[in-house]
């Protein structure tokens, strides 16, 4: 049955004139072609498909992949590789880059980003149509849409983790999680997946998972003592057999002969474990074996040494860090209790390092037998850092060592510290330490599970000693609100979601700034949260209504002991960020908001990341939480109150000027001129050769650019403000960024309304009017563009009028009233038909066609859209080009003249793919479905929507439409 579908939009010239590029046009220079693409029909996005039923993978022993009618057999071993590797994140972005090094190795494609995309639609054919979008394209990656449930390794890991957190007040049930857990082996860990790189890095870290399951849930038979000694015996045998080097299964075994009264077993048990040790890794048994043997021999346990237990109690209300909490299990499975592990965790204060790194070890508390250390070293807070000598004296006596007989030496007490640490299973925490330096002395030689947690970032430790850094960053969403909801109680927070979730934002989902409101909020049960978020938005500052009395809990205070720590380069640098427009920040802009070279500005701000001042979070971009950046105001106001202004107009002459190149680089006009109080910049602009690396640079900057025309209505810059917006609005238009095209617009008028200025007020009327149609606001998008024409009108521009009342049209054509739309484009095409106004009237006139094709008056439309295609031709202007091809395809679609309709749509589609134009193509493909659709062509059409699908971003509004599109299919 063909199914029903709902016109596809042609497109229209409003998108192709920008405000400020028809004043160059005005000048009597030419513009350059641009095109973009719009879709009327498309609704808001759908979420990804997640968890759909009765699909399975299997990465527990041979690699299986079940759908809900059948078993996927996947022959490639790339194709294997490939799924293997998403599914070991369900959920997460997997980038191109770690893709193409797990599927080839150090054998890399010569186009790997076309390469895995290709085998991506390859697995996609082989999934079949329902499941086919389990494979998700985003911008860094792709994403497998399946809930962590679906992927036993994610089961396995969620089941083991459950069981963790039951084992101290519900053994039996954490026991039964680890048997369901351990029900799903099936063997070797990826099997069959021919992946070095993933058997390298993943499926050892699998079998450790699973041989610490099986020994926790040993331990809990044993606590429990419900399981017969020889049920027990035979398993640990078989596992002995299974991983000979596994000492600590051969541990578990000699502990179990030895309570059965089996010692003649047990001596011989002992003997093949150090055998096998020996030959294998040149080394004697284990501390705890040979304590064991010792035991056997004695025929009593050994001397009771000190056994330390120093952990600071479980930190109230610890909520999420599932990923980190992972990470640490891990570590601790890759731990082999010979040698030493050593694990940095790095984050801004306030971050919870301390609480984390005291959770985890309460929670495997029980894997460290002889005990576990804990020394805060104050690196940061109040006081000075305890020396190393201090330190050393403190450990030394902690394990047992007489006062008289710790050495005053700091070289010789670290020497004697690894001495007797040395076949001790111990954990040490070592707590705020300031640097690498500051901990390395501590450093036991082996045999011991070490943490250190900083707001330096520890590369010394990485680099030197091997250290696993793990960096803490906000709490994720869903943990926030759970953080909250420790002090909060749960039927206030389940009456009031939104409060709840605006709170935590406002807390910039900071571990300390939420625990300090969720004490506010505990503290008055009679009081809403929706009042509590009130008081906190009208506070100065976020950091008024979060102090405490106590330094510790004071989020002023805990910055202010890494700020007060700085040099005084480093203490104006993050002054100077706190008038940064955006927490997005690019070398460019902060070398011109610092006023040095992007070198300087490179090393500054990676010396305020190195102490989690600032985030690196990616090549050459930096992030500023929220919480800092407040308090990076104050100290540039309380410091240098004098700085601020001049720093942030250096900044919005740079992003003015640099957003005009890229502007020009994507093809929409030739620059405007800059008017007002617009100075000149000395940082260079960005390198940008193409329209791909304009659109790439538009892309990673378009937060920070929203920001930056808000900021310049609220200090007194409106000359940038306007023009800003100006310069940006045709990326966002372009790439559907909606609600930024809004925000710009409406920062942009409060601007151009300061200056009284027809020109700014035209232009800035402009942007704001075509977001409000585009966002579905037509009666505020009439009155705001009424307001652009008369601005135009009040200048004289004939242009700006053509354009003002074609925009008007499409307000109205968009709101259905086609009649009233095509009486605007007329007087659009009639304004613009002076000689220098040719491709202002192609505007007009393709705009009028592409009403005209919306109305159903598809042969009226050939007409204009033809006259508008030739304008194009003779200006060289390609992408409007491209444009009014697609539109004669659809008008020709109309009239069922449909073998001329596909020419028309190759054309544009060739021209599209010739200048890389996404957009452009999208539009192409999408129409072309549509006319194969027509003929009767639904496999083509299916596969024309696919490759359109598979261009656009995982935002774009388009994905809804064409999903109805390929849905329609089936109808």
């Known amino acids: 049955m063909r199914a029903t579908l709902k016109r596809h939009h042609p497109k229209r010239a409003e998108k192709m004139w920008p405000g400020p590029a028809l004043l160059a046009g005005a000048l009597g220079g030419q513009e350059r072609g641009r095109r973009d693409s719009f879709d009327m029909s498309a609704g808001q996005r759908k979420g990804a498909r997640r968890g759909m039923p009765g699909v399975s993978i299997r990465l527990l022993g041979p690699f299986e992949v079940r759908l809900p009618d059948r078993t996927v057999q996947i022959a490639s071993k ?46 996609r054919r082989l999934l079949g149509p329902e499941q086919g979008g389990l494979v998700r394209n985003v911008v860094d990656g792709y994403v497998l849409d399946v809930g962590p449930d679906q992927v036993d390794a994610s089961r396995f890991a969620g089941l083991v983790h459950d069981a963790e957190r039951a084992a101290v007040d519900e053994p039996e049930r954490a026991r039964e999680l680890l048997r369901a857990a351990l029900e799903l082996w099936r063997g070797e860990p990826l099997g069959d997946v021919a992946s070095d790189s993933l058997q390298r890095d993943h499926a050892p870290a699998l079998t450790e998972r699973y041989l610490a399951a099986v020994e926790r849930r040993i331990d809990l038979d044993l606590a429990l003592g419900d399981r017969a000694p020889s049920t027990l015996i035979a398993e640990l045998r078989v596992l002995t057999s299974r991983f000979p080097v596994r000492e600590p299964l051969w541990e578990r075994l000699l502990t179990v002969l030895i ?28 501390a705890a074996l040979r304590r064991l043997h010792r035991q056997l021999l004695d025929g009593d346990p050994e001397p009771e040494r000190v056994t330390p237990r120093q952990l600071p109690p479980t930190p109230a209300g610890f909520a999420g860090r599932t990923a980190e909490l992972g990470a640490l299990d891990e570590e601790l499975a890759r731990w082999s209790g010979s040698g030493l592990a050593l694990v940095a965790i790095h984050g801004v204060g306030g971050a919870g390092k301390s609480a984390l790194a005291v959770h985890w070890a309460r929670l495997r508390q029980d894997r460290f037998s002889d005990g576990q250390l804990y020394l805060d070293l104050h690196g940061y807070g ?31 007490a670290a020497a004697l510290l690894r001495t007797l640490l040395a076949g001790r299973r111990m954990l040490l925490l070592l707590d705020n330490a300031h640097d690498a330096g500051h901990v390395r002395s501590l450093l036991p030689g082996s045999d011991c599970f070490v943490i250190v947690t900083s707001r330096s970032d520890l590369r010394g430790l990485a680099a030197r000693d091997g250290a696993h850094r793990l960096a803490l960053r906000e709490l994720p ?186 502007r020009i680089a994507l093809g929409f006009s030739r620059p405007i001129s800059l008017t007002g109080s617009v100075g000149e910049t000395a940082v260079p602009l960005p390198d940008l050769p193409d329209s791909g690396a304009a659109s790439e640079w538009f892309e990673t900057e378009r937060s920070t650019l929203v920001a930056a025309v808000a900021a310049a209505a609220d200090h007194g810059l ?24 809004l925000a710009a617009g409406r920062s942009g ?48 521009d004939t242009a700006k009028i053509s354009r003002a009342l074609s925009l008007l049209g499409l307000v109205w054509q968009r709101a259905e009233d086609y009649d009233r739309a095509l009486a ?146 089936s109808c």
């Open 78 to 123: 790339r194709q294997r590789a490939l799924l293997a590797s998403l599914a070991l994140q369900p959920g997460r972005i997997v980038s191109v880059e770690i893709l193409t090094e797990r599927i080839w190795g150090a054998d890399l494609p010569s186009s790997p980003r076309e390469a895995v995309q290709n085998n991506v639609h390859r697995l």
């Open 259 to 286: 309570a059965d009264r089996r010692q003649a077993e047990a001596l011989e048990a002992y003997e093949s474990v150090r055998k096998i040790v020996a030959d294998t890794l040149g080394a004697d048994p284990s």
């Open 382 to 412: 109040p006081g000075r850092p305890i020396t190393a000598e201090a330190a050393l004296g403190r450990l030394l006596r902690s394990i047992g060592t007489p006062p008289d007989r710790v050495p005053n030496d700091a070289g010789e």
């Open 477 to 662: 969403d869903d943990d926030a609100l759970a953080l909250l909801t420790t002090a909060i109680p749960w039927h206030r927070a389940e009456a009031e979601p939104d409060a709840l979730a605006e709170l935590a934002r406002l807390c910039g989902r900071l571990p300390l700034a939420l625990r300090i409101a969720a004490e506010l909020g505990s503290q008055y049960p009679d009081r809403s949260l929706a009042d509590l978020v009130d008081d906190l938005r009208q506070r100065r500052s976020p950091l008024d209504a979060l102090a405490d009395s106590d330094p510790g809990a004071d989020l002023r205070t805990v910055f202010s002991w890494s700020y007060d720590l700085l040099p005084q380069d480093l203490a104006r640098a993050f002054s100077h960020l706190g008038c940064y427009p955006g927490s997005d920040i690019g070398l460019p802009g902060a070398a011109a908001l610092l006023d040095v070279a992007p070198a300087t500005a490179r090393d500054l701000l990676d010396r305020l990341a190195a102490v989690h001042l600032l985030e690196r979070h990616r090549p050459g971009r930096y992030r500023l939480h929220d919480l800092l950046r407040e308090y990076a105001g104050e100290r540039l106001a309380a410091d240098r109150p004098e700085a601020g202004a001049a720093a942030l107009r250096r900044v919005l002459d740079w992003y003015l000027r640099a957003a005009g190149k890229a």
């Open 718 to 741: 409106p000359d940038h403000g306007w023009q800003l917006a100006s310069e940006i609005r045709d990326f966002l238009d372009r790439a559907r960024y909606f609600p930024d095209w």
């Open 749 to 796: 008028l409060e601007c151009a309304e300061q200056l009284g200025d027809p020109l700014a007020g035209y232009q800035a009327a402009f942007v704001l009017g075509g977001a409000y149609s585009i966002t579905g606001a037509y009666e505020e998008a009439d009155a705001t563009l009424r307001q652009a024409l008369r601005n135009a009108e009040r200048l004289g």
């Open 824 to 969: 605007y484009h007329r007087q659009a095409e009639v304004a613009a038909r002076p000689e220098p106004y040719a491709v202002v009237r192609a505007h007009a006139l393709l705009n009028y066609g592409a009403t005209q094709i919306v109305a159903g008056r598809c042969a009226d439309a050939l007409g204009n859209t033809r006259e508008a295609l030739e304008i194009y031709q003779e200006h060289g202007l390609e992408l409007q080009e491209a444009c009014a091809w697609t539109n004669l395809a659809a008008a020709y679609q109309g009239t069922a003249d449909y073998p001329t309709a596909l020419d028309h749509c190759e054309k544009a589609l060739a021209i599209s793919l010739r200048l890389a134009d996404v957009s452009g193509q999208v539009e192409s493909l999408t129409t072309q479905g549509e006319i194969q659709l027509a003929m009767g062509r639904p496999d083509a059409a299916r596969a024309s929507w696919e490759e359109a699908r598979g261009l656009l971003r995982p935002a774009d509004p388009n994905h809804a439409s064409l999903d109805q599109l390929l849905r329609g299919l």
